[in-house]
């Protein structure tokens, strides 16, 4: 059962245009939500969070949107570099004595220069 | 600052034989530790997580184990491993009280079995 889906295995942007990648989660539950960056052969690094009492949260070009009565989650990346190219995660979790984070498949982010 | 070292970053191993991946984070204490892997193709799957020395949940009936002997110790075990371990295996760990910051993974170790 996967509770967290990215459903864009792959995505190609232009230099400088906007990405937007998506993520759509199951478990109502779920009211903290991250984005991770991961290249080739590296362990994934923390982009961004929100969690479930904003719709939004910016940090420069990475913005992510939370649509909580659809269960949709989004990133933005404005302008988009060729160093974004990599593989983005999203990942959700719910309070509880310990949380643990339930990851999407992944989205391949490929910036055309 | 809180450091993660994870080793080997590569194994080529065959059916049938043991494995063990080391973990260790320097600079706290009393981390939460888990081991995820990534299948090809395949999202990030969470194995194991550990609250505590000695203290290990398995998220995923399958053929590994895992122990963590010291505070700031974790390991990935198999007596037996099968072609289907195959993958890229992630160290990581968290604060409870940093949860916005998600987790901090190591750089991870790429299985094959051969």
């Known amino acids: 059962d996967q509770q967290v889906k990215q459903n864009s295995p792959s995505l190609s942007v232009q230099e400088g245009r906007i990405s937007i990648l998506n993520c759509d989660y199951t478990?109502?539950?779920?009211?903290?939500f991250l984005w991770y960056k991961k290249y080739p052969a590296e362990g994934p690094t923390f982009l961004i969070s929100?969690?479930?009492?904003?719709d939004k949260n910016e940090d420069g070009r990475f913005t992510v949107f939370l649509n909580k009565s659809a269960k949709h989650l989004s990133l933005h990346i404005v302008p988009s570099q060729p160093g974004d190219s990599a593989v983005y995660f999203c990942?959700?979790?719910?309070?509880?004595?310990?949380?643990?984070?339930?990851f999407g498949t992944g989205t391949r982010l490929k910036v055309l220069a | 600052s809180q450091t993660i070292h994870q080793w080997p970053a590569t194994l080529v191993q065959p059916v049938g034989s043991p494995l063990s991946l080391e973990c260790t984070v320097e600079g706290t204490s009393n981390p939460n530790l888990y081991w995820y892997r990534q299948a090809a193709g395949r999202g990030l799957q969470l194995l194991f997580y550990?609250?505590?020395?000695?203290?290990i949940s398995s998220e995923v009936p399958q053929n590994l184990s895992a122990s963590r002997p010291q505070d700031r110790q974790f390991i990935l075990s198999s007596k037996k491993l099968l072609l289907s371990d195959s993958g890229f295996y992630l160290c990581?760990?968290?604060?409870?009280?940093?949860?916005?910051?998600?987790?901090?993974f190591g750089s991870g170790t790429r299985l094959t079995v051969v």
């Open positions: 990581a760990w968290s604060v409870q009280r940093y949860r916005a910051y998600g987790y901090t």
């Open positions: 478990n109502s539950m779920f009211d903290y």
């Open positions: 929100i969690s479930s009492i904003k």
């Open positions: 990942a959700a979790s719910r309070t509880s004595g310990t949380y643990k984070y339930i």
């Open positions: 550990s609250v505590g020395i000695g203290q």
